[in-house]
């Protein structure tokens, strides 16, 4: 931190005032945006894994406490389109940084700033929303690292803050939170305390799915696969629910590589995506996955928006 920690904010009974806004969450793809945000609220929420575009919108989570209401916006990485799918990842992120009350760049820490820590500082430089920095996974560096490269960084812009933490390792973010609250205003409280995310169960669902295959499949095929619910349903027992994907990919090579030998690729994203969704859903699950090719997907406009990509206006 760099010490200008705002005073207490006092509401009109004379008590600690109930803050609230909005927090958007920027950085390089794999950076540990969607770690932080599923550790701070408590729960997972966001997919996770160690490959570019693990997240494709921008996921909304709520943290609630007596303190205040903090709504989490996990973007898309910020980074130069490659193709209409990237088109729409970039122009949520940045459309996300005009509409929030705070914004959260995370970098690793590391004295190198390359050129996309770059372009996040180009995208930065018309916006007016106060950026704290938050140096993370400090669990891989000596202090002395950290340090430098809480230096590096403060040539480059004019931080409201600089927090360093572990997401993975729950180091710091207690302080982080704190540093959050201080840079809101009184507010209402948008969500009900028990409510975690704005995202419906279907959309959860599918994101599991694709979170499993992004781990288990090669680089390449992760990039071009998306995931459809085709139906989810309550057995009349209530102790069972049904569920129907389809996992679309651009290419009848990768359709094969994800069904695998035999069908024993497909098998495994399913039962570890079972795994997840009968924590998630607290019953049964019974899951039926297909897979399709529909090429160039991507480049798609109408298929972008057919899977769940909608613009931003």
Same mark, same amino acid.
């Given at each position: 931190?760099?010490?200008?920690?705002?005073?207490?904010?006092?509401?009109?009974?004379?008590?600690?005032?109930?803050?609230?806004?909005?927090?958007?969450?920027?950085?390089?793809?794999?950076?540990?945006?969607?770690?932080?945000?599923?550790?701070?609220?408590?729960?997972?929420?966001?997919?996770?894994?160690?490959?570019?575009?693990?997240?494709?919108?921008?996921?909304?989570?709520?943290?609630?406490?007596?303190?205040?209401?903090?709504?989490?916006?996990?973007?898309?990485?910020?980074?130069?389109?490659?193709?209409?799918?990237?088109?729409?990842?970039?122009?949520?992120?940045?459309?996300?940084?005009?509409?929030?009350?705070?914004?959260?760049?995370?970098?690793?820490?590391?004295?190198?700033?390359?050129?996309?820590?770059?372009?996040?500082?180009?995208?930065?430089?018309?916006?007016?929303?106060?950026?704290?920095?938050?140096?993370?996974? /400090? %669990?891989?560096?000596?202090?002395?690292? $950290?340090? =430098?490269? #809480?230096?590096?960084?403060?040539?480059?812009?004019?931080?409201? &803050?600089?927090?360093?933490?572990?997401?993975?390792?729950?180091?710091?973010?207690?302080?982080?939170?704190?540093?959050?609250?201080?840079?809101?205003?009184?507010?209402?409280?948008?969500?009900?305390?028990?409510?975690? /995310? %704005?995202?419906?169960?279907?959309?959860? $669902?599918? =994101?599991? #799915?694709?979170?499993?295959?992004?781990?288990?499949?090669?680089? &390449?095929?992760?990039?071009?696969?998306?995931?459809?619910?085709?139906?989810?349903?309550?057995?009349?027992?209530?102790?069972?629910?049904?569920?129907?994907?389809?996992?679309?990919?651009?290419?009848?090579?990768?359709?094969?590589?994800?069904?695998?030998?035999?069908?024993?690729?497909?098998?495994?994203?399913?039962?570890?995506?079972?795994?997840?969704?009968?924590?998630?859903?607290?019953?049964?699950?019974?899951?039926?996955?297909?897979?399709?090719?529909?090429?160039?997907?991507?480049?798609?406009?109408?298929?972008?928006?057919?899977?769940?990509?909608?613009?931003?206006?």
């Amino acid at each position: 931190m760099n010490g200008n920690e705002k005073e207490p904010n006092i509401g009109t009974d004379g008590g600690t005032a109930f803050r609230s806004g909005f927090v958007t969450i920027i950085g390089r793809p794999n950076v540990g945006k969607s770690t932080l945000m599923n550790h701070l609220i408590g729960q997972k929420i966001a997919i996770t894994s160690n490959k570019a575009q693990t997240t494709r919108n921008r996921i909304q989570t709520v943290y609630t406490s007596g303190e205040g209401q903090i709504i989490f916006l996990d973007t898309p990485g910020i980074n130069r389109a490659k193709n209409k799918l990237g088109e729409y990842m970039l122009n949520v992120a940045e459309h996300t940084l005009k509409e929030v009350d705070l914004i959260l760049w995370l970098v690793e820490p590391s004295t190198f700033v390359g050129a996309g820590e770059r372009y996040i500082l180009e995208k930065l430089e018309g916006v007016a929303t106060p950026v704290i920095l938050v140096i993370n996974k /400090t %669990d891989s560096v000596g202090e002395e690292a $950290v340090f =430098e490269a #809480i230096n590096a960084y403060k040539e480059l812009y004019s931080f409201a &803050e600089i927090v360093p933490v572990s997401a993975l390792k729950d180091q710091n973010t207690d302080e982080l939170l704190k540093v959050i609250f201080s840079y809101l205003e009184e507010g209402p409280r948008y969500f009900d305390e028990d409510t975690v /995310t %704005d995202q419906p169960e279907r959309a959860i $669902v599918a =994101e599991i #799915i694709r979170e499993k295959a992004l781990r288990s499949l090669d680089q &390449e095929v992760p990039h071009g696969i998306a995931v459809v619910i085709d139906s989810m349903k309550d057995r009349e027992d209530g102790r069972i629910v049904d569920i129907d994907a389809t996992i679309i990919c651009e290419r009848d090579s990768h359709k094969g590589i994800i069904i695998g030998r035999q069908g024993s690729m497909l098998k495994k994203i399913g039962t570890r995506a079972r795994q997840d969704m009968e924590k998630l859903l607290d019953t049964k699950v019974n899951l039926k996955l297909w897979v399709k090719v529909k090429k160039d997907w991507r480049d798609s406009e109408f298929l972008l928006k057919n899977y769940g990509y909608q613009d931003v206006e």
